[in-house]
Each structure stands twice: as C-alpha cells, then as structure tokens.
C-alpha cells in the first residue's frame, strides 16, 4: 500500500521531471503544463522550473544577440583601422601637392598623383572585401591566365613590398591550362595571401609566389610561401575564421579584420577549389590555392 503510494505521488512525477530536464537542456524552453489537480510541492517545482527555462531563454538570446554585436564592434573597428591608413595617406600627399605644386617637377606630381590612386584602390578593396563578406557580390566568370593574375597581385602589392624590404622571387609556369572564375574575385584571394605573408615576414625574409600544376592534371594551383613566423599547431584550425586574427596593435586594439582568409576561402570555394596551408613556426607558411581546370571550351 505504501508502495503504491510512494511509485503513484513521487516516483512517477520525478520521472516526468527528469523527462522535463533532457527536454530543457538542449534548448526546448515550452513550459511545463502541471499535471495535478491540486497543487502540491510537484506543482512549485514545476512552476520553479517554468521560470527557470523563462530566464534561461532571456540569456540565450541576450548571449546571441551580444556576440552579433561583438562580431560587429570587431568587424567595425577592423574597417576603421583599415581604412585609416589610406585616407590619411590620400590627405597628406593631396595636402603636399597642393602646397609645394608649383615648386615641383612634373615627374614628382604624377608620382603622387599615382600614389593618390594606388591608396584610393586601396580603400576600395577593403569595401568590397566587406561586401564581399556581407553577401556574395555577382561574379563575371571568364577564362582565365593564372599566370597573369599573379602578376597583377605583385603588381598591386608592390609599395607594400617596398616598405617591408621583403625579397619577393615569383616564377610562372609557361602554358598553364586554363580555368574559369571571376579575376577581381581571385586577384583578391592571392592578395589576401601575398598580404599575409608580408606581416608575417621580416625585413630579410623571402617570399615566394608561383603558378603552377603539380602532379594532378585536374587542378592548377597558386602557392604563396614565406620565411615567416608560422603559425602554432593550436591555431591552424581557427585561422580561417571570419574575426579572427593575431595582429594587435601596441593599444590592444585588432590590427587586422581577421576577414581576409575567411573571405578567401569562400571565393575560391565558389570557384570549386580549396585553400591548404602548412607551417612550421620559426620557419614559415606555405598557403596553396587549388583551382579546377577548366574543360569546356573558352566560348561556353
Ligand atoms: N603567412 C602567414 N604567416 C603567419 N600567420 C598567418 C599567415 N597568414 C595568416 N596568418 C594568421 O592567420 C590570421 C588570420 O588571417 P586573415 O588574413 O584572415 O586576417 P588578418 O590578416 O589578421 O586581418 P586582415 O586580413 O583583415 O588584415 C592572421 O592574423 C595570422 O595570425
Ligand atoms: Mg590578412
């Protein structure tokens, strides 16, 4: 009779609340309905653990809606930072010119006029790199010299490469098959990596960057090696992350945006291909982009 008792009032219940637990715990936060008639101390614990789950999805969503605005805060002050420099750069050499124009050979004007516009499509660049973030901006799909290509990232790359003193070899492979994909898209993509190596780079490294195919027919490949830092083992996995990134400023502010290799790895997965990296820290990195040959002719 006791037993009966025991199994009906409390076994049976706790057994529905254990229920009720593994129900909350992933996620389910829909209130428990008291089954009782009368209330009893079932009916307090159902109502404790009612606003229990209640709190608990106020967290959940103010958790989320924190780490939007975190991502944000992150994205926002990465664009600032990047943006800065070109627009300082542009003001002070527009500055310059305007005082000393009469003082100046032609040569020299051209040339910052040129620097003018070098900054300018810097500026552009790190818009549409966050465009290309936000959505996916409409690609041109045309056929391609990836030969060319990386010619044109050195070219784009070549007053970072003067600052940082860095020795740049590049090597392209003669008749490289074609592929297919969007030019700015993947000039972007080896800028990104070109970019990288750089700041990971010191003044009496070496970089190298090459257009090749290597083994597998199917595939043409752009690799970009430096003699940089490398990367540790246990950030290998996070690397490609939108947000993260290890350059911080002496205030501890982010340097980087931390968006330029998630960007990339998206636009070259779109283009069919993969991004690989190895590293060795104190040695260096060897980030290789591997792009589908193309086998349809040039005019489809
Ligand atoms: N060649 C490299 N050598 C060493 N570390 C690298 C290299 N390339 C990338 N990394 C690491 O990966 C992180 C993420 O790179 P990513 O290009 O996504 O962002 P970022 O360079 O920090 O910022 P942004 O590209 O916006 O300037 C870098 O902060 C750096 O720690
Ligand atoms: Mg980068």
């Given amino acids: 009779m006791f037993a009966h008792f ?14 009720y637990t593994s129900r909350i715990a992933p996620g389910n936060f829909t209130p428990i309905i008291p089954t009782r008639r ?10 404790a653990l009612n606003q229990m789950s209640k709190d608990l999805q106020e967290q959940q969503t103010i958790l989320v809606e924190t780490h939007k605005l975190r991502a944000l805060g992150t994205l926002t002050a990465g664009v600032a ?3 800065n420099n070109p627009v300082n750069n542009i003001l002070l050499t527009a500055q310059l010119l305007k005082e000393d124009y009469h003082d100046l050979p032609d040569s020299e004007r051209l040339e910052m006029v040129d620097d003018v516009v070098d900054q300018a499509e810097r500026c552009e660049r790190i818009v549409s790199n966050l465009l290309d973030f936000a959505r996916e901006s409409e690609a041109s799909i045309q056929p391609l010299d ?8 050195v070219k784009l790359a070549q007053n970072q490469i003067r600052l940082t003193g860095v020795k740049l070899e590049v090597g392209v492979q003669n008749n490289l098959p074609r592929i297919h994909g969007d030019a700015k898209q993947l000039v972007q993509v080896f800028l990104n990596l070109l970019l990288n190596a750089l700041d990971a780079t010191p003044r009496d490294g070496r970089i190298e960057m090459s257009a090749e195919s290597n083994g597998d027919e199917r595939f043409v490949s752009v690799r970009v090696s430096d003699t940089g830092r490398g990367i540790p083992p246990h950030l290998l996995a996070s690397i490609f992350d939108p947000f993260f990134t290890t350059k911080h400023r002496g205030d501890g ?18 283009h069919g291909g993969t991004i690989t990296v190895t590293s060795a820290v104190g040695f260096g990195s060897i980030f290789t982009v591997h792009l589908p040959v193309t086998t349809i002719p040039a005019r489809l």
Avoid: M
């Fill in 81 to 83: 930072h990047e943006l």
């Fill in 38 to 47: 009368y209330r009893d101390e079932f009916t307090d614990l159902a109502v």
């Fill in 146 to 153: 990836l030969g060319g290509l990386v010619q044109e990232t």
């Fill in 253 to 270: 502010k982010s340097g980087g945006t931390g968006l330029g290799l998630s960007v990339s790895q998206g636009i070259v997965a779109r």
């Fill in 6 to 19: 025991l199994s009906q009032r409390i076994v049976r219940p706790l057994n529905r609340f254990v229920a």
